[in-house]
């Protein structure tokens, strides 16, 4: 399941190639991603637009962090 994460694929697009992968901005990174919401008022808030580049590039993360985890585990377990 995680071996998509490593590929770079770029769909092409009306301007310019879209890629499957782009990392958030580094506010976003520092603060998180603002949820839409209701304010108090009963005012709807728009929150960050959080896109697929985004959500692959996060998984694409946490599996490179889960693999390198996985390889420490075995390395202290005594394992090749």
């Not at 770029?10 to 901005?25: F, G, I, V």
């Not at 839409?36 to 580049?53: E, F, H, P, R, S």
């Not at 985004?54 to 090749?80: P, S, V, W």
Request: aromatic share 8%; proline share 5%.
């Amino acid at each position: 399941m995680d071996s998509w994460a490593e590929s770079d694929i770029s769909y092409p697009s009306l301007n310019a190639d879209t890629p499957n992968k782009q990392e958030p901005a580094q506010e976003m990174q520092a603060s998180g991603f603002v949820p839409t919401y209701m304010d108090k008022g009963g005012n709807l808030v728009i929150g960050d637009a959080l896109t697929a580049q985004h959500m692959n590039f996060i998984l694409c993360d946490l599996y490179r962090k889960y693999t390198a985890a996985l390889a420490r585990i075995e390395t202290l377990e005594g394992g090749q």
